[in-house]
C-alpha cells in the first residue's frame, strides 16, 4: 500500500489549496478514505472522511471550508481547502480509515 501526498505549499490568509493523495497497492473504491493534520506541537488532528459511497464528513474546524472528494479512476483522494487561516498550518495526511496506511504528508503554511 502506498499513500502519496501532493499539492501543499505557501499560502496567503483566505487563500485556497487543493491537496491529492494518489493511492495505490489497495481496491481504492472499496476503501473508505481520510484527511488528518498535524500543527506544530500539537497532536494529530482528524480533518475529514469520504466512504466508498461518497459520504462525507468533516471536523468542526473545517467544516464550510474544507471539501474532500475522491476520484475511483484515478485511484485519488482530494481535499479542497477555501478561506484558509493562519491555525490551517499543519502537515496534512491522507490514510485509509482506520490509520492502517498513512501517507508522508505535505506541509500547507498559512501566512501573510
Known amino acids: 500500500v502506498q499513500l502519496v501526498e501532493s499539492g501543499g505549499g505557501l499560502v496567503q490568509p483566505g487563500g485556497s489549496l487543493r491537496l491529492s493523495c494518489a493511492a495505490s497497492g489497495f481496491i481504492f473504491s472499496n476503501a473508505a478514505m481520510s484527511w488528518a493534520r498535524q500543527a506544530p506541537g500539537k497532536g494529530r488532528e482528524w480533518v475529514s472522511d469520504i466512504y466508498s459511497d461518497g459520504r462525507t464528513y468533516y471536523g468542526d474546524s473545517v467544516k464550510g471550508r474544507f471539501t474532500i472528494s475522491r476520484d475511483n479512476a484515478r485511484n485519488t483522494v482530494y481535499l479542497q481547502m477555501n478561506s484558509l487561516k493562519l491555525e490551517d498550518t499543519a502537515v496534512y495526511f491522507c490514510?485509509?480509515?482506520?490509520?492502517?496506511?498513512w501517507g508522508q504528508g505535505t506541509q500547507v503554511t498559512v501566512s501573510s
Open positions: 490514510a485509509t480509515m482506520g490509520g492502517d496506511y
